[in-house]
Structures are given as structure tokens and as C-alpha cells.
């Protein structure tokens, strides 16, 4: 399925595509790359950190556009004032609001969102079980203009967990960029005990569905909390001090993370259940 | 004045070079960009984050040069050892540590990390009167193999500020890169009451030395507090609350802010007067 964003279409309207043909055109983003060929880009980009719980929100949008079509990943409820700010002051007209899993941490900013900006859609996996507007499964491409991102699904954090991966096309960014969400952290991974998990699931998901892509493709993560920002799919291959490791290996760290019980999950993930509107309507 | 780093030379050698003649380069960096144009580049670009103190590190390192010699720019003590990690990982060798002024929020990591890798050395402005290898004045120039950094003063925050700046011509990074230290946070700035700080000065030092920079140069820098990452010269000059104001107008805005005296100045500025190296003194 092809989610695209159209002028002609209000932004409630989807419309199913092919690929567009590939179009060579100036370079004019906002980007974090390790360009190794010289590639037409046109994507904004800006990521946006949500000290309390350590959560990247990623802001993409297509400057060429007339529109500037944009969407958000992982935003969070706190911050969302902080994201549509930005949103309005660079011009830009948001159409998604997009997570890649129910989070155990913090509240989505999706319902908030959708409530500040009429005709934003929240986007979540169908696999989530999660209330949204629009459910994706993997192999969907979401576009915001000619930008699109590919929907792989990665579970074993979460049963639901998605990876969003920039197009792959000489109009797309290069590097490609891979949103991973909890399921490969900079340097670790998400736990595996709550909402579905399975340290097995993990395993395969980032080897067969990260670990394949291009060695440069830049990994943006949900969170951080050693400062780090972005890393390289090669980089976490060869130093993810977990998932560099073998399946078994792998499987017993996991197990024997003796992590406490996450503080946020009995709000956060209820609320996050039906895209952080619980919480928005308790507060009207 | 050129700090060259040079694979014929030990890492303690300079040269005094004229500019170098742009040569076209295939593209291979990290970096963070707006290009407007299809530009060579082979910057490796990092942006790392203290939280307690919430100060931006930068690395910035040559990929193409055989030795990929790299600088860090407001290492914090407290994450030296996860930057030098990254460096380790990253296949990079550390030449400079840099300063963009003495920080009163935090002990600045030049001084540990001259303790761990000899070699390196510590750079400041001569203005700042502090303790380092090299001093550098405006217009001065800091090389990493082919890529440099531009020395720009800013005073006003505290009287040695500086603004890097990286490269103007074709294979240096495009859109450049400025790292102002508190001269100018994005959408605020630095205090002005302490260590021979102006309002007046700091106008001048970001209308004169920043504010001239092309609109889509990259603003990274020494600090943020709301979870922003980067933004332009182009949209601080546009957004940001106090320097987007006439001379008079900010100068009252700085008068009034009211703001507690700085917790860490008693202990921060000792030891950054002698580039963070009195408290690992006191360590040993």
C-alpha cells in the first residue's frame, strides 16, 4: 500500500501509486548523511530529543513541495507544542503522525497532535493492535510528497514494532535513514519481557530487516541515553555490544538484563493504546 | 594563522600553508546539511550530548585522509570516555581538543583527554587568557587533513568566545557548519553578567560574525535545553527571541533575565582556565 500526500488532495485522501520515475533534482535538505556517491536530495530533516524519557522525535518533510509536506515519528505529548512550533516556523504542512510501536515510556504526542492541527492522521503498525487512523504492514511506503518511507517490520521489543527506512531511489536520501524505534538501539536494543516481547524476535527481525540494508545507512533510534545521535547500520553490526553477538548469546543477555518494572507502562501504554488520547480527553 | 595536520608530521607539527586549491572529491561524510547545491564533502560528523549539563560535543574528522585525523570540539569531562570510544570505533585519530570558550556549566574534557591520548592538543582563543596547547585569533585556521575549521571572535557571552566555522570552497563541507559555543543557542543565546560578559558585545559579535554567514548554514550549538538539535542561520535570524531584535531591545531583554547565579562557575571556570586540567590534577 502507497500512502501519498497529493496537492490536488486534501490530507485526508490517500491514493495507491507506483513508484515515481526517478527524478534528478537539486539538493536542498536538512540532512545527517554519509553520502558515498554524489545523490539529488530534497528532504528536511530535524531530530528533536524529549529529555524526561530520552526519545527522539524525527520531523521529515519534502522542501520541494509546494506544500512542504511533513510528518512526525515518535512524537512525544510533552514536546508536542516544542514540534508544531518548529512545523509552523519552517514553513511546513504536517500530514502524519507516526510511531513506530506503542511505547512503554511515554505518551505519544499522536492524539494531542490531532487535536491541535485538524487532518493530521496517526499511523501505527496493524500488528500493534493500537487504535490510529491509518495501519500500515510491512512492505507499505508512506509518502509526504515524492519523500516516502518503507514500512519493515521489526517485533520483538514489542509485537508490533516498525522500522521506517527512507526511500531507496537516486530522489530519495542517501544514505538511506532506518527510524529503528526501540528494536536497535545505538550500541543496544530494547528490552524483550513486556507488551509481546520475545528476544528471539528481535534477533531475526534486526538481522533479517536492518542488518540488510546498506552498511551506511544511518540508524535513528527512539531513544538515547548516552548522548550518541545517530550511529550506521555497519557501525552496529560490528559493535552493538548485544546484537553483534550470536542468537544464543543474544538470548541469554536478555534474559539476564535484570531491568526493573518499567515505571511508565501503566499509563503510557494504555494511553498509547488508543494514540495518547486517554489522556488528551481526561484533560478537556 | 594554518593548523595543519599532516601524515608527514608528528601530531604536535603545524605548517603554515596557503589555502588549499578545491579539488572535486567523491562524497563520503557524516554530516548534518542543507545543501542548496551538489557539493563534495568528506566531513565524518557526530553530534554527541551531556545531559546533566545538556552541552553539545561535536567530532569532526576527514574520512578521506589516510589517517583520518579528527578534532573534538567542547569534549565534557564526564564523557570523555565515551567519546574516545567512539573515535577508537570510528577508526579516527584524535588531534585536537578544542574550546569555544571557558565554560562555566561544566569542566571541559580537553584537559582527560590529553591524559589519555597523548598527542592531542588543547585549543582556545588567546582572548579567553586560559591555559592551552595552541591559542588561536580570528581568521586563524584549523586543518584536519583537507578540511578546516575558520576561527571567528564572538565575545559577549564571556570575552574569548568563539565561532568555528567550517570551510568555504568545493570540497569543504556545504552548507557550512558553525559552531558558536553560547554565543547564539538555537531560538536564545548565552548569559551576558559573568566572566567579562556585554550585551552590547554579544549584538555586535552574532550580527557581524554569524549573522553574515549564508541563511542555510548549519547553527550547532554549545547547548540546548528544549531538545533541539540544529537549526540555520537563516531561522535564528528570523525566530530567535532576543537576536532577531534591535541592539536596545535585546540589551534590556539581557538586563532583565534575573537568572540564579551559576551553580558550577565556582568550580567550572578554575578548572577550565587551565583546560579542565585542576581537577584531574587533584584525580591523580
Known amino acids: 500500500m502507497f500512502f501519498r500526500f497529493s496537492t490536488s488532495s486534501s490530507f485526508s485522501s490517500f491514493s495507491i501509486l507506483l513508484p515515481k520515475p526517478h527524478i534528478f ?32 522525535t524525527y520531523l521529515l518533510a519534502d522542501s520541494l513541495h509546494p506544500d512542504k509536506p511533513a510528518l512526525l515519528i515518535d512524537p512525544v505529548d510533552r514536546t508536542v507544542d516544542r514540534d508544531l512550533a ?3 516556523e519552517l514553513g511546513l504542512k504536517l500530514i502524519y503522525a507516526i510511531n513506530t510501536h506503542v511505547h512503554a515510556d511515554h505518551v505519544t504526542g499522536s ?11 496517526s499511523i501505527i503498525s496493524k500488528a500493534s493492535n493500537a487504535k490510529a487512523d491509518l495501519f500500515v504492514e510491512p512492505g507499505d511506503k508512506i509518502y509526504i510528497g515524492d519523500i516516502y518511507l518503507e514500512v519493515r517490520a521489526t517485533p520483538g521489543h514489542t509485537l508490533g514494532c516498525l522500522t521506517y ?14 527510524f529503528t524505534g526501540d528494536a536497535l538501539l545505538i550500541r543496544g536494543c530494547g528490552r524483550t ?7 528471539d524476535k528481535l534477533y531475526d527481525s534486526v538481522h533479517s530487516q536492518i ?17 550518541f545521535t545517530v550511529s550506521t547500520v555497519g557501525e552496529e553490526m ?24 518499567p515505571k511508565m507502562i501503566d499509563i503510557a501504554v494504555p494511553s498509547n493504546m488508543v494514540c495518547g488520547l486517554q489522556e488528551t480527553k481526561s484533560d478537556l
Open 25 to 56: 533534482l537539486p539538493f536542498k535538505s536538512y540532512t545527517t548523511s554519509f553520502s558515498a556517491q554524489i545523490m539529488p536530495c530534497k528532504l528536511i530533516f530535524r531530530q528533536l530529543f524529549e529529555k524526561e524519557s530520552s526519545t527522539y
Open 86 to 88: 518548529l512545523v509552523k
Open 111 to 121: 492524539g494531542l497532535i490531532k487535536t491541535k492541527v485538524p487532518g493530521v492522521k
Open 165 to 178: 527506512v527512507t526511500g531507496d531511489g537516486v530522489n530519495q536520501h542517501q544514505p538511506r535513514m532506518a
Open 193 to 199: 519481557d513486556f507488551q509481546g516481547g520475545s528476544s
Open 211 to 227: 542488518f540488510t540494508l546498506p552498511k551506511d545507512t544511518l540508524v535513528y533510534p527512539a531513544h538515547d541515553y548516552k548522548g
Open 238 to 261: 560490528l559493535y552493538n555490544p548485544r546484537l553483534s553477538k550470536d542468537k544464543e548469546t543474544f538470548k541469554n543477555i536478555m534474559q539476564n538484563l535484570n531491568l526493573s518494572y
